[in-house]
């Protein structure tokens, strides 16, 4: 007897389904490897901010309005932040359009290739520096071969397994993770006036570029899934329900009659729109994301170790309010906004009222 097509549409419903558990493990396969790269970013800000403190603002697009002086009164550092600010989203904007339409006349090598190259500078340049400060710091003796080596093991077999070889996930994510922890590190040299504009910039920015029309990575993300490609940008792809071959029967049954959706700057595949608090298989975050939500814990850091848990905190909430409203809305929704708001507020609440509060609380009771 030939199975009822009801009955089988509502088992392809039931399994699409996720039970508590399941998004548990699929919220912690997101705020995991979050969590790590910002910590290791504090890691390095404890360890090696000396190195760093007569080398000025990091250059480049950061200054290129205006270079912060400590003589500045506040006003003049919050306007010279504002434009160099506006600057580098204007050159962010570009950048993105300009991926977005080589994507579209399939130029994927051109893209490819620049993120390879890319990728070299930040593990063979950026990496490089930053062992060889670990070692000195650590006073750590290893012959200049073994460096050497193992450097360009890092380095060579990082390029490979994040751009071009189709290697374990596992891996990837862990490349993934060194590259944000290394460019959000190196971040943090920027002066704080400008990465205060520059984090609140680019979470208005992550608004107009998802969720308007005509935003680039809207675009970017809708050409993607008519053409069924993937999208050429770095993204960390996290698998919390569907974490191993196994469960192939249960993601073709979700995507047979989900919606396609897209995570908080990724996609993935939801459930039939009767089911409630629905997360995608794989929910896609943007590397960009990993490196703003570390660089504003490990400016939190710079201040003291009180400020930058009450941020660490308010980042994680904000990524959990991020996958929660993805659920509801079910489709690619900005990962920075919500993040990086309450972790701006909390820093300055934290550092300019709540700290003192806890550290002439604690005097007062250390002298009763």
Known sequence: MPPDPAEGKWARRRLT???RSELVRTIGAVVVPVSVAMLLCVA???????????TGDGGG????????KTSDNDMVKFKGSVLNAIVFVVFITVMTFGIFLCFKYRMGTFIWAYMGFSGFLIFGVLGTDIFMRLLQRLDIAIDVVTVGLVLWNFTVGGVL???FWPGPLLVKQGYLICISTIVSFYLTRIPEWTTWSVLIAMALY????????NGPLRLMVELAQERNEDIPALVYESRGMNDDSNNGAYQRASVDDGDASAGAGGDGSRGSSDEKYGLPDSIKLG????IFYSLLVGRAAMWSWITCAFCFIAVISGLVLTLFALSVHGKALPALPISIAL????YFLSSRFVEPWIVQSYARAMCA
Do not use: C, I, N, Q
């Open 287 to 290: 590397l960009g994301d990993f």
């Open 206 to 213: 992550d608004l107009y570029a998802v969720l308007t029309p």
């Open 343 to 346: 972790g701006a507020a909390t």
């Open 161 to 163: 397994m994040t751009f």
């Open 17 to 19: 389904r996720p039970s």
């Open 61 to 68: 697009v950061f200054s290129a309005v205006y270079t912060e």
């Open 44 to 54: 390095l800000v404890e360890l090696l901010r000396d190195d760093f403190e007569d």
